[in-house]
């Protein structure tokens, strides 16, 4: 019976009289009732309203979406579309799954939920559109957003629609804004539009331009000049002008603009140019001040000696007897440091080389498999023979291969004979055998060669510790170190 009374109602006009009393539930019409309901609320300005209240109150399980969305969609371009009547299809659109419709219709209604809304349904490529409406809604959550998601919106997107909207809102702020976050972020990323963003540093953050021009390669040094002129940014101007090789320009302006000799004097000492040090001394001879703050800080750089000869007779320098006491201090100072850091360098010299002396003494025993299981028979021996560890290095080859050098007493190449071997840090090798003969003909004490193993095996060592007194090893072995036959005749 209800239908039937809508039915009446609407083919009379007065249906969105009816809306606010038509029942939901208990009993719950035809899908069709409600739609036809909410068509009527939509077809009709003066009751927009009512149709988003009724949108957002009645459950989207009772009726279907599409149909209302069908009659609202042809209205978008004609005179009847309000706003309210924007937000009741956004809300469809929710209803119906049409996330990106609906986001396109919040942007333009500009809606401060909107990028929670992103955020929600992860429509970060529907942002692509609407980048000037999310900076004018909220340029603080707007500009993160972009940045973050720079691979999917590009900075020249970016900046293309923040210029077109210059008539709609303050795009070069806008734009300051967000190639300064750019950057922060990827200082490669917007390398294209850094010529544009000297100029709004220039304009909306002085402070923050000269850290730019430090950081960034990718800006014009002319265009980046003729900016700074204008606006008389003069620190900015110096460094661009030592960037472009013109020093003599630069120090010019720190002395007659800037008025700061402690900046000129740091500047040109970054330059390492002697000219400059010329050109900053005649700027500076007609400014007493300057003077007397030039040979407080030259100290290292120049012969405080050299400034006051050029100074011109009669000129009167500020507290100079207290700046020349405080020079030969300085100079003082500077050249006790200098001996001192020359001692040090000459005695770690000297011990480096003591050091290397000893570990090029030692000598490295290069064993083969057979002298192997003879080595074990001599451990025993050679531990009664001795209480102190040894000075030569052990290290086993378990090859009968010993390489292709040659004894440097026998001049056989180590590979034709199998007899271990021992080497030293002077690079001179030895067969065992020969060296253990040639020791003890060195010595006057002939040994037979059944021994040299036993010989050498005294002097081994398993933990590879050094000490660091090698004549006090041998005086408390009792024994003679193994030496590099070679280098000890030469040096005898």
Request: net charge negative.
């Amino acid at each position: 019976m209800s239908q039937i009374a809508a039915r009446i109602c609407f083919s009379m006009g007065e249906l969105p009289v009816l809306v606010p009393y038509i029942p939901t539930e208990n009993p719950r019409l035809r899908d069709t009732a409600y739609e036809v309901a909410l068509v009527a609320l939509a077809t009709n300005t003066s009751f927009h309203k009512d149709l988003l209240s009724t949108v957002k109150s009645w459950p989207p399980v009772i009726y279907s979406a599409l149909p209302v969305i069908s009659a609202i969609e042809p209205q978008l371009n004609t005179s009847s579309a309000t706003d309210v009547l924007k937000e009741a299809l956004a809300e469809l659109y929710v209803i119906d799954g049409q996330f990106e419709n609906a986001f396109a219709l919040y942007a333009d209604l500009m809606k401060t939920n909107v990028f929670d809304f992103i955020e929600k349904h992860s429509l970060y490529d529907a942002i692509r559109e609407k980048v000037v409406q999310l900076m004018m809604i909220d340029y603080k959550r707007a500009v993160p957003l972009l940045t973050q998601h720079r691979d999917l919106i590009t900075p020249s997107e970016v900046v293309s629609q923040l210029l077109a909207a210059e008539k709609k809102c303050d795009s070069r702020y806008f734009l300051h804004l967000y190639l300064h976050s750019l950057f922060e972020a990827n200082p490669h990323a917007g390398r294209d539009f850094h010529d544009m963003q000297v100029e709004l540093y220039a304009d909306f953050d002085p402070k923050m331009l000269l850290p730019f021009l430090r950081s960034s390669q990718h800006y014009t040094l002319e265009k980046a000049y003729e900016i700074c002129l204008k606006r008389d940014l003069l620190r900015e101007q110096v460094f661009i002008l030592g960037r472009m090789g013109n020093s003599k320009q630069a120090l010019a302006v720190i002395i007659n603009k800037l008025g700061d000799i402690e900046e000129a004097i740091e500047f040109v000492s970054m330059q390492h140019d002697d000219e400059l040090w010329e050109e900053l001394i005649k700027q500076c001879l007609h400014k007493p001040e300057m003077v007397g703050v030039l040979l407080e800080h030259t100290v290292g750089n120049l012969d405080p000696l050299y400034i006051v000869n050029m100074v011109p007779n009669g000129l009167e320098i500020p507290r100079l007897r207290d700046r020349l006491v405080k020079i030969i201090t300085d100079y003082r100072t500077e050249t006790s440091l200098r001996h001192g850091c020359n001692d040090i360098l000459k005695a770690d010299c000297v011990n480096l080389l003591i050091k290397y002396y000893k570990e090029a003494r030692r000598a490295i025993y290069l064993s083969n498999e057979e002298d192997e299981a003879r080595a074990k028979r001599d451990d025993s021996r050679a531990s009664q023979s001795t209480e102190k560890a040894p000075n030569v290095r052990t290290v086993e080859v378990k090859s009968k291969t010993m390489g292709s050098g040659r004894c440097c007493i026998c001049f056989d190449p180590f590979s034709i004979q199998n007899v271990s071997i021992i080497a030293f840090f002077c690079c001179h090798a030895y067969h065992t055998t020969c060296l253990s003969d040639s020791t003890h003909s060195v010595s006057g004490k002939k040994a037979p060669v059944a021994a040299s193993k036993e010989a050498v095996s005294y002097y081994e060592y398993e933990n590879g510790d050094v000490d660091d007194d090698d004549d006090d090893d041998d005086a408390l072995s009792g024994s003679p170190r193994i030496r590099c036959i070679l280098c000890t005749t030469a040096a005898s």
